[in-house]
């Protein structure tokens, strides 16, 4: 993972998601810049993506963890 804070990026390598994505590193915008606030570089994530037009955006994002993603 990786954090662009000015920019409101984030770059995660991630699992299938059956019928959306294949497995693959990709750059997400996130909703708000206060979602990665807490984050470094190379921490574990769980996040949870919506779509925004032809795009998706990252809605909420934790450190490792099996917190509910809400």
Do not use: Y
Not at 5 to 12: S, W
Not at 53 to 68: L, M, P, T
């Amino acid at each position: 993972m990786s954090l662009d804070e000015r920019d409101r990026k984030i770059t995660l390598k991630h699992e299938e998601t059956k019928g959306l994505m294949a497995a693959m590193t990709m750059e997400f915008p996130v909703k708000s810049a206060e979602l990665l606030k807490d984050l470094r570089q190379g921490d574990r994530v769980r996040f949870k993506i919506s779509p925004q037009g032809s795009d998706f955006v990252v809605e909420n994002v934790v450190k490792g963890g099996k917190e509910a993603l809400r």
